[in-house]
Every structure is written in C-alpha cells, then in structure tokens.
C-alpha cells in the first residue's frame, strides 16, 4: 500500500451532490396526502391566556383543523438539559404566554399557503403582565417573576464558599463586569420535519423525518413523550443545512407535528421560516460576567473570582444552565491560577428560551478570562503577550486537574502562540501602530491577542460504527455520529482506506438514520471525529483481526502471516501469489453463511482539551468608531489533524461566527420583550464582504485519549476569536485611557467609548454585581453534575 | 391581493389611474420585505417590471449633458454605466445592499419608498435631480429638494407614477459616505452626499437617515461657497473643513433608534462631511488646470 492517507488534503467526498444542488432537506420530502402546519405565536412576551376562539380558522378555505393545548394534550418539552424541573415547558401554551414568539395554536391545512393565511384568524385574548427583559433585572426583589411559585427569576444558582478571599494575596486586581451578548443561531436551513405515521402493520408505528444533529438522542425522546417502544420508532435526518448546537432534541414544534400526524393518521410536516427561526430556536451566549483577576506587580497571576449571570429567557432554557456548566468548568484556561472562587445563576426572562451555539458556554469562558489578561497587562503596563506566557501551565504539568475539576490531558500553551505571532509579524505590527499613534492618525491599529483552551468529546458518551465489507468488495461504514456539512463521509471513509487498504472511492457511508444505524450520540461538542473516528477506526482494526482469521484459513497460513498487501489484498507473508482480494473474502464468508464485518463502541478516556492563539488585527476609525477587521490568525491544535483542509474549514467556519460575535451579531429586545432583531435586516450575519481574509495553521499536540491522537475542531476557533477581536479593538485605544467595552463593537459603542475618555471620563469597566449571588445555597463538594458537560 | 402586469407604459398609467391604491413594484427590494411582514397589504401590486420604457436611460442632445434615467434601471447599470457621468450616484449606488439587491434595486423604487434611509436621496438632492412623474393626465417635473414631504412620503399624486430621473452631468467632484454597523447588507445609521461645482463656485450638501425626510444642508453650503479658496491651489484648512462639519451636524434633525443615537447621527455627519470635504477637494486640485 502506498503512504498512509492520514494528515493530507483528501478533496471532500460529499461535496459533489451539494454543489449540483442535489442534496435533499426535509421540506424536498414528496409526502402524499401531508398536512402543512403553521404555529399561531404569542405577540406578548409574558401574558395569560384569557381566551381562544379557532372557529374562523377552522372554517377557512383549505384548513384542516386547529389545535390548541387543550385539544392535543402534549407531554411537556424535554430541554437538551433540564436546569429546572419546576419550570415546564408544554408544546403549546395553556393558561400563560413567556416570551414573544411562543406557540399558542397550530393549523393544519392543505397547503402551507392556506395554513399561514388561516394564521390571523385564530382569535386570543391576552391579559398582559409585567414584563422582564433584562437578566440583571430579573434578580430585584420586586422583580415580576415568571414562574411565581418558585419564589424568584432564579433557576438555578450556587457558589462557592471561599468568596472574595481568593483575592487576598494579590497587590494588583483588576474588575470588569463583561457582557457575552446574545447572539442567534441561524442556521441556512431552519428547524424542519416531516412525521409519518406507521402502525404495527408496519416497519415503524412512526417515521420522523427532521432537520437535527443527533437523530437518537431525539428518538429516544420522542419514544418516550409518545409511550413508544424505540425500535419502533425511526428517525432519518436528510441532508441538515446547518445546525451549530441549535438542533438538539424534540422541540415544542416538533412535539405537536407529532401530535397532529398521529390524530389525523396523516404526514404532517412543519418547516419554519427565518423569522420564526430567529424568534424561537435557542439563542446563545447570553451571559453577564462580573469578573475579577488578583496579580503580583509582576504579572504573576494569584487569584481569580468570577460571578457569571446566565439568561435562560423563557421556561429556564437550558442555556442559561452554561454559566453553571461549562462556563464554570473551564474558567481557569490556560494558566496556572493557585485560588478561584466561582458562581454562577440562570436566570429566567421573558425571552426567547437559551440553548447551545457552537462553543456552548467555553466561548464566554474564554472570553472573560482573556478580557481580564488584558485588563491586567494594561494596568501593569506589560504586554499581553508576556503576561500571558508569564502565567502559562506549562508543558511537563500534563495531565492537569483545574480548580474547577477539568482533567486536561494535554497541553503545550506557547507552542500556538509563538507560531501565531511569527505568523502575525507581531513586531512589525507593534510598530505600525506605534506610528500611526506618533503620527495622531484617527485610524488606529489594534492588535489582539487571545490564547484559549475547550473542552469537546466530554459528556461522558461513546460512539457506535460498524465497518462491513459487501461482496463487491466496497466497505460500507455506519456510525452514530450525523454530520451535516462537516465531512465526516470524507474523513471516516479515509480511516477505513487506510486501515484496510480499500480505495476511498469504495466505501459508503450510512448515518442518521436510526433504521440503520443502532444508536449513536450525534454531532455537537466538536465530538464527531474523536469519538465516531475512534470508532471507525476501532472497528476497522476489528475488522482486518477477523480477515486476517478467515484469510488464513482459506489461504492455509498463520493469521499472523497475513498482511495487508501494497495492492489492498490480504497475502501471506512472502508468498507473492497467495492473496484474496476483499471481494473474494466477502463472498466466501457469504456462502458459508456468515457476513465479513465488525462493529464497535468505541469509549474514550475522557474529555480533550483543544487549544490554540488567535491574533486578530483590526483598524479602529477613532472619528467614526468603525471598526474593520483587517487580518484574523488562527492557530488551532486539535490534536493529531487528520485532513487539514476539512481542519481548516472548520477554522474558517468558526472564526467567522466568532469575529462576527465580537463586532456585530447581537440578538436584542425592545423593554416590552419584543424581539427587534428578528429578521436577517437588522440582526448582522458575516457575509465575505466584511470578513478579512483567515491565515490559519495549526500546532498538533496530540490527546493520549484516543487512537487517533485527535481533538475537536468544531469550535475551537469560534472560542478563540471572538476575545482576539475584542481585545484588538481595546489593544487600539489602550493609550487614550479605554479599558473596556462590551460586544459587540459597535461603531456608536467605540466612538463613545473614545469621546468619553478624550473628555477625562472614561467608562469605569466594573460595578458590583447584584446582591443575588451573596444568597445562593454553597456549591457541594466533589463533581458538579455539569462538570464536563460540554456535549454540544 | 391583485397582481397587475402591465407591459407599456400607458397601460401602467391606466392601471394606476384605476387603482390608485395598487402599489407600484419594480426590484421589490423595499415592497416585498414590507409585504414580508404585514407591515402593508395593498389591494393590488403594479408589476413595472414589464414596463421597457422604465428601463432604459438616455443622454439629452444639449451641451448642458443631462442624463434621463429611467425609474427601472437597476444599481448594477447605473455603476457600469453611467458611473463616469454620474459618479456621486454610482457611488450611493456601489453601497446599496448586496449584489443580487442591487442587480434588482432601481432608483425610481428608492424614490417611490422615500424612505429617510434611501441610498440615493443624497446624492439626488446634491446634484441637482428633478423627478419626472407621469399620470394619464400628463408629465410634470419635480425637482427633488421638492420630492420628500416626509417620513416614507412624496409628492406624488394617487395615480402617478416616478417614470425617471433626470440628473445633470457631473460638472466637478462628487462624493457619497455612510456609516453603519458594516459596510454591506445593512441600513445605514447615516450618509451623506457632496457636490462641488467649481465653475459656478458652488456647492451642494445633503444628509441622510438624519432627520424625517432626506435635506440639504443650505447653511453648509452656502459656507463652502463663500470659504472655499476656489481658484487657490492646495489642502484645505482643519478650520474650514471643522466649520463644515458643524454646520451640517446643525442641519440634522435625528432621532433615537435601534441603529445608533442622535448624539452618534449628528457627529458622525460632522466627521463624514469633513471626510468628503477633503477628499471632493483633494479632487479638485487634481482635476484643475492650473496644478497640471
């Protein structure tokens, strides 16, 4: 066999059928006899429901029936993670409404035309009730609360005992309260699905057809909300067009697509539109840090306290749950922090319920943990490069136990960065920027260093695969990740091409589709390669073991004498012309019956730790406060990197969306709860217009946890840009007296920002968090339950 | 809702006279995010698109070079097209949404929305532009410092329809700025347009997104009239272009919203009019004679 496919620029295998439009979504699904359903949605962000009257909708041209709560009698919504068990959700709403955008009633119609016409003629009366909006806001005593018997906007919440002591040997601290705004998902393709029903006549009593990253995870809630054996149910997710954390699990839609196909006996099918996307799928983000780093005057980090806000919106979303979670988790980073008192709240508002967006809680980790680096070197008047290096856990302390419980399995902080900064020209820039200040030029160049660590893979699950080879020789790969874009046909077809010797072009790819794949964890937490690729490659090694058993036999040599010829048959040791071809061996284990394959769960050893620098340099309009970003450099180390252009995807993918958090995505409500940035006008996705152009490049510190020595790629470069960013805009402005401004960076925000500080007055970067925390029940001791939670 | 396809002229007008009510549509890039969401639901639409006459632009015969542009004639032309004789429009034009907008976009649509965040309002009340609109009754001429009578309202009658534009050729420097939250796909938080005409020794000024309907800035202008050193070579004074600055900020009327403050609207005018200034001017010396 010639040299080993793994670690080159395998084109994607996937790509063709995308690019000639050829691939197929749900709402492409020819359904005979479908109902189209369109969801009546609550214009009050907090009301109650006085009364309903559907008759006019009912009796319009094309409609097949309305529903409310009452007629369909739904199992409550299960969240990807409950934060919350008193704060239940049902599919449609009962007695009260708790966010802008919340399903009251459904129309089943002929058409999806007739179904959004009948929409308007549902009549609800709404009383109105005091709304909250704001998180901070939700912690008054006085506060309206939303779930009235729980006493409080507080979800969830604890602390840890130590408190403000952790500040007690430093000489310098510095204080910011950070706000990681909202952002939203948006996905290209919304959330969409089609349920079939069956019957026990039938292969399945229930086809779900649905745009989501993880088809069993949502069949085994569906089986279960519905009284369903699982085998019974069978769940195929079609081509996805992105998901980004945002498709987990059954939805409040989804449940009464559900309910509506099984009373009529007909295929129902639901496809949202954009506006209905951005109002009702999970937002991310949405934390308020209050953040404070204790340091010697000579940049030695001694302590670091953290108070972190999160937002659930409505009906404690899960999403708010992250401040407790993985926020918690990795907020000691990339160095070595003797002291760390945390806590964290999940507040509820009435908003759009929070979920996960591709980094899910690690990003704002990062975040506040870099701003703070920053903060500090300003103070200290050292370079963020030095400070950061200053603190670094170092190569030889691996594997590494946090504060907060992390077990870091590999590391080696300094080797991104220095690449990042050689990549960069980092004194060449310092430079530059030191002229344009001499020269009082009112475009100013910042330069912004972030240097990150995440969690993926954790969760604690494995991953299914089988490898089976047909009798025409092609292998055929099934595995219980669901890509949706990320190549994983391309980069679980080359293991098994490299294991095997079977060319790429011969094996085929099955996933999402519970019918034909047993089980599986799906795609989220940057998981798929390191867990479904260590499976693959596991069942791979499985397979060949057996081959080589059954070659011997037919070949009458010792199996330790079979060996994988250059041609990608299975000979004897030095004996040329004694081989079988995969095709030969496939067919003679048919005809005594038996069927040439192997299957695997595949378990890690634990959670990795990607990590990496980004150095982002941006041109900061000090007149105008306009910012462009003029170079972003990433340096990711995912590990052992298996097809560095899929790599590099995934680098430009998530620095995208990470820029684009730092300047301009942000998800915001007006005081009455009504969402004002619901349409693709006014809430800011990147196009390539505004993006600079990515220089990425990777560090390979492989993870001892798995066979493939590889980490997630899926986020690691949405953590580690969004920071860069920030602190390149401050970078710039760091000599005018600006320490801190908030996400994103608005030209209105940075050039009050500058005016304020050219006036004397510049924005005090800290004010003390709200009372609530000092009253939160003390965090037990050993594991949190959300410790290592970091699955999507 | 009705859906009227007319395809002359003549048959628009008669719609139109019909149904005053049918909305006109041409690119539909303004109409159709309105129909989108229910913010309007007309009884009929009166498709444009059809309509050849609209779509075409022509130059008057005269020495005078004036540019008559039909109101249908797509972004996308008038940058390839007519960005050498009208430059201020063609760079408004070069800022409207994306390519697949502007491929759709026209002017006459921008005109017909009036909207106070319109691209080329600007540039349309700097260079001198008259709006020609049609009816069965006949044909007037609007010049556009009469067109906007308010928040998304013209001067139009019921049954007439914007047919054209008609913009004097470019006599001097254009320039054409606005700030948003980036640069493409976004409404602006402010533009602004300035004209100079070094052979009248005039200049015209005008603000966008700024106050309730598209103006000019005529205390601004009538400044750089008497300031400018017009037949005196070389950069401008920090002083000069400062008072320039002020005094368009002062022609602002703007308001609070989403997009940024009035405090914002009004410096960030003064900072893209100082910008403009120089660059109009800078131009100028290019451009004169007696620097060749």
Known sequence: MAGSLLGTEVRRVEDPELLRGRGTYVDNLTLDGVLHLAFVRSPFAHAELTAIDVRAAEAAPGVVAVYTAADLDLPPVKQFMEVNPSCARLPLATDRVRFVGEPVAVVAAESAVAAADALELVDIDYEPLPVVVDPEAALAPDAPRQFPHLGSNIAAGERDAEGAAVLDDAEVVVRARLENQRVAVVPLEGNAIAVVPGGPDEDFDVTIHVSTQAPHALRTVAAKAFGWERDRVRVIAPHVGGAFGGKFGLSAEHAVTVGVALRHGRPAKWVETRSENLQSMPHGRAQVQYAELGLRRDGTITGLRCRVLGDCGAYAGFGGGFALGPTRVMAQGVYRIPRLSYAGIAALTNTTPTGAFRGAGRPEAAAMLERLIDLAAAELDMDPVDIRRRNFLRPGEFPYTTLTGAHYDSGDYDLPLTEALRLAGYEDLRAEQARRIAEESPVLLGIGVSTYVEITGGGGGGEYASVTIDQDGTATIAVGTSGHGQGHATSFSMIVADELGIPLESVRFVQSDTGRVPRGGGTGGSRSLQLGGSAVRRASEELLRRARELAADRLEASADDIELTAEGRLGVSGVPHASLSWAELARAVAEDGGRLGADTDFRPEGATFPFGAHVSVVEVDTETGFVRPLRHIAVDDCGRVLNPMIVRGQQHGGAAQGISQALWEHMSFDEDGNPVTATLADYLVPSATEMPTLETANTETETPRNPLGAKGIGESATIGSTPAVQNAVLDALRHLGVRHLDLPLTPQRVWRAVRDAAEGNPQAPWREPPGAFDELPVRGEGPSPAAEEAAV | ?292
């Open chain 2, 1 to 292: 809702m009705d859906f009227l396809r007319p395809t002359t002229l003549d048959e628009a007008l008669a719609a139109k006279a019909e149904r005053p009510g049918a909305v006109p549509i041409a690119g539909g890039t303004d109409v159709m995010v309105e129909l989108n969401f229910d913010h309007r639901r007309p009884e009929a639409l009166l498709d444009l698109t059809g309509v050849g006459e609209l779509a075409e632009w022509s130059r008057s015969s005269g020495s005078d070079g004036e540019i008559r542009l039909g109101a249908g004639v797509p972004y996308t032309r008038v940058i390839t097209e007519l960005g050498g004789r009208l430059p201020g429009l063609a760079m408004a034009s070069r800022t409207v949404g994306s390519p697949q907008i502007r491929n759709r976009g026209t002017v006459g649509g921008n005109l017909g929305s009036a909207s106070p965040a319109g691209d080329t309002h600007p540039v349309l009340l700097v260079t001198g532009a008259r709006v020609e609109v049609a009816s069965v009754r006949g044909t007037r001429l609007i010049p556009a410092t009469e067109f906007y009578t308010g928040v998304k309202r013209n001067a139009l009658a019921p049954d007439e329809l914007v047919t054209a534009v008609h913009l004097p050729e470019a006599t001097g420097p254009q320039q054409f700025a606005k700030v948003g939250t980036r640069n493409a796909m976004v409404i602006a938080v402010c533009s602004f347009a300035l004209a100079l005409d070094p052979d009248r020794a005039a200049a015209r000024a005008a603000i966008g997104s700024a106050a309730p309907t598209p103006r000019r800035a005529v205390a601004a202008e009538r400044f750089l009239a008497e300031e400018l050193p017009w037949g005196t070579p070389g950069p401008l004074r920090d002083s000069l272009k400062r008072r320039f600055g002020e005094l368009v900020a002062e022609a602002t009327e703007p308001i609070d919203d989403v997009r940024g403050t009035a405090a914002y609207r009004r410096h960030a005018l003064a900072v893209l009019a100082r910008r403009t200034l120089t660059w109009a001017w800078n131009d100028q010396q290019e451009r004169s004679p007696s620097c060749a």
